[in-house]
Structures are given as structure tokens and as C-alpha cells.
């Protein structure tokens, strides 16, 4: 259980990481 929560964290932070990627990326338009 604890390896899923652990996982669950790095997965969320990886989503966060891609959309502020993504929003950066199309900032420059």
C-alpha cells in the first residue's frame, strides 16, 4: 500500500511538472 501512495505522489508530481511544461511552452504566442 504504501509503494501505491508513493507511486501515486511521483505520478502527480510528473503531471504537474508536464502542465506547467505545456503551459510554458505555449506562452510564447
Known amino acids: 500500500m ?3 501512495k ?3 505522489r511521483k505520478q ?3 503531471n ?3 502542465q ?3 503551459e510554458l ?3 510564447d504566442h
Open 12 to 14: 502527480a508530481a510528473e
Open 25 to 27: 511552452n505555449h506562452d
Open 6 to 8: 508513493v507511486r501515486d
Open 16 to 18: 504537474v511538472y508536464t
Open 2 to 4: 504504501r509503494a501505491a
Open 20 to 22: 506547467r511544461q505545456y
